[in-house]
């Protein structure tokens, strides 16, 4: 009997189911092995965050350690302390390398994390919070001001803006519906009616925090000194700072005698030796992945606790700049 050979079209459909049999295998494989490299992610990310939120919390706690035992030893606050020595970028293994106490294996994560920070005097800053006292501005602080906004060529007329929103946000009673938000940061003076400009400019020099706080002469740059002391020339505020490399201010009366103009005034409430807010700024770099940390810590005797704390992933613009520094 002679066997027929199966028509073209036959073939033609049994290659034709092959090849959708192989695409739908290749799709199932393709979709099983994303599903797979997305949980790896995922797994991957999570332990990255949990790592570096205990690294960095790590650090804060240094950072509140190193200001007890200052606060321990006593004496003024100034630039020449332990706490105000930056770390510079270090791998973690080197911290871990050196306890002796530590037994930890250390992985291939911990080798590549590298840390970086500092501790900032935030009363070596004007605070924003000065100028309203209750329910009116407080004069002297708004001559401060008033010198810094001179200083740095700013229209006085956004000062004026800035004096009249902050006592409005800060006005005691029930919040009035129209009254701006009490700002945490600087970069939130924009609330405030202040341009972005302006608050670039004004950044190195003030800061914001809860309560009245005065400027501490040990730690401040010489445009601070200049618009926290009325009366003075920026001679003096050079030469405070110039002396105080050599020996820090214990009081400010110390600072008195170097103060050449006579209308120079020094009160109590506009100048310290000694500070009770400091910001600790914490880099971590593990890996491709870079965490930033901002903390501000109140020291009030020997206890230092934690005002305020967020942590974030800096903009690209930043890592571009902190690669082009390095």
Not at 73 to 93: C, F, I, K, M, Y
Request: proline share 7%; aromatic share 6%; hydrophobic share 45%.
């Amino acid at each position: 009997m002679i066997r027929r050979a199966s028509p073209p079209r036959h073939r033609g459909a049994a290659l034709l189911i092959a090849m959708l049999t192989v695409a739908l295998v290749a799709t199932f494989a393709a979709a099983s092995l994303w599903q797979q490299w997305r949980s790896i992610e995922v797994e991957g990310a999570e332990r990255a965050r949990v790592q570096s939120a205990w690294v960095l919390t790590g650090a804060l706690d240094w950072a509140r350690l190193l200001l007890r035992e200052d606060a321990r030893a006593g004496g003024p606050d100034h630039l020449g302390e332990p706490w105000a020595v930056p770390l510079q970028e270090a791998r973690l293994s080197s911290f871990l390398a050196a306890d002796q106490n530590n037994t930890a294996d250390m992985g291939p994560e911990v080798l590549e994390a590298f840390l970086s920070g500092q501790i900032i005097d935030l009363q070596s800053l004007l605070n924003v919070t000065n100028l309203a006292d209750k329910t009116r501005a407080s004069e002297p602080d708004v001559r401060a001001f008033r010198r810094l906004f001179d200083l740095l060529g700013l229209p006085p007329e956004q000062l004026d803006r800035l004096v009249e929103n902050m006592r409005l946000a800060l006005e005691p009673g029930a919040p009035n519906p129209g009254s701006p938000l009490p700002p945490q940061r600087v970069e939130e003076l924009v609330w405030l009616g202040l341009p972005a400009a302006t608050i670039a400019a004004l950044q190195p020099y003030i800061t914001v925090l809860p309560v009245h706080t005065g400027v501490n002469l040990n730690t401040a740059p010489p445009e601070v000194i200049f618009a926290a002391l009325d009366g003075i020339s920026m001679a003096d505020a050079q030469r405070l700072v110039a002396e105080r490399e050599r020996t820090p201010f214990k009081t400010p009366e110390d600072a008195k005698r170097l103060i050449t103009s006579p209308e120079a005034a020094l009160t109590d409430s506009q100048v310290v030796a000694a500070s009770n807010y400091f910001e600790v700024r914490s880099r971590l770099r593990l890996d491709k992945l870079v965490v930033e940390e901002r903390a501000v810590l109140f020291r009030g005797g020997l206890d230092v606790s934690v005002v305020q704390r967020e942590r974030g992933i800096p903009d690209a613009r930043a890592l571009t700049q902190a690669a082009a520094k390095r």
